[in-house]
């Protein structure tokens, strides 16, 4: 199952993108937290799939709670596995939901499928396959939901940046679904504006959940992005976001626009992968 550090009950193990802690919550009993390369990926606590400490991953929960009535099943294809957070979630607030997952790093799938095992479920499937590679395989209008959480080395890689990409996302989406994607990035938010521009040209509607001081270029951090081809429940994220134990915002409508502010559509031949986290951001205690 991997190693244990001395003094601790923490899981060391190489695997395929760098090496990946599991480190136990010390206040949730069955609660841990899966680092790579020192940088927080998921946490996960087994006996409540429900709940969701990091800040961004209750946005994208909060997203998948308003995008359709409540407890109805949706078809997920999951772009970025980590400990699977998102999957469990699904499974335990819409059960009988379809759900894919593609992960690239398979030594990875395995130490979480030991160490942290999800539920048997037969419509709950992981794949070990890079996301453009899965895209490019789903058929078309097969999803409701995909939702974009891949990171290498802290930064997402620049081949899932592009309108190349972003229109094989529009492509696997029925035409009500939606697209949610977790962006990481700091002062002047390049990476962030780029990605709104690029999403909005194949996905015209769409809003931002984040930090006010993330959202206003003054700190690093996440944003969570909601783009379909219909409005985005703009209202009720706003509200779930106001009452979340770090309040937040939403940016849409105009004041996306000036967001976005002519940021350039990214391609494949110029889309670079995005903006690394400052030197220290994840440092954690041993």
């Known amino acids: 199952m991997g190693r244990k550090r001395a003094g601790d009950d923490r899981l060391v193990e ?4 760098g090496q990946a802690e599991l480190v136990p919550s010390p206040d949730r009993p069955g609660s841990w937290t899966l680092l790579l390369d020192g940088a927080p990926q998921s946490h996960v606590d087994l006996t409540d799939p429900t709940h969701l400490e990091f800040e961004y991953v209750r946005r ?23 400990a699977l957070t998102l999957p469990r979630y699904v499974s335990a607030t819409r059960p009988g939901s379809t759900q894919r997952v593609s992960e690239v790093d398979g030594a990875l799938v395995e130490l979480v499928r030991r160490a942290l095992p999800w539920p048997a479920d037969t419509r709950l499937r992981v794949r070990v396959e890079d996301a453009r590679a899965v895209l490019a395989s789903t058929r078309d209008a097969s999803y409701d939901v995909v939702v974009a959480d891949v990171f290498a080395g802290a930064r997402t890689p620049a081949h899932l940046t592009s309108i190349e990409y972003a229109a094989e996302v529009a492509r696997v989406l029925r035409p009500a679904g939606w697209y949610l994607a977790n962006l990481a990035d700091g002062p002047p938010l390049r990476h962030a504006r780029g990605q709104v521009a690029t999403v909005r040209a194949v996905l015209p509607q769409a809003c931002l959940v984040g930090d006010a001081a993330v959202l206003r270029g003054r700190r690093y951090g996440n944003l969570v992005l909601v783009a ?15 009452g979340d134990w770090f309040p937040g915002r939403v940016v849409a409508g105009d004041e996306l626009d000036r967001f976005a502010g002519g940021a350039a559509v990214v391609h494949d031949a110029d889309a670079t992968g995005s903006d690394p986290p400052p030197p220290g951001l994840f440092s954690v205690r041993r």
Not at 14 to 17: A, E, F, H, I, P
Not at 228 to 242: D, F, I, N, W
């Open 14 to 17: 190489q695997v395929d993108t």
């Open 60 to 82: 994208l929960g909060a997203a998948l709670d308003l995008i359709a009535p409540a407890g109805e099943p949706l078809r997920v294809l999951h772009l970025g596995g980590g």
């Open 228 to 242: 379909g081809r219909s409005t985005p429940p703009v209202p009720e994220l706003t509200r779930r976001a106001a």
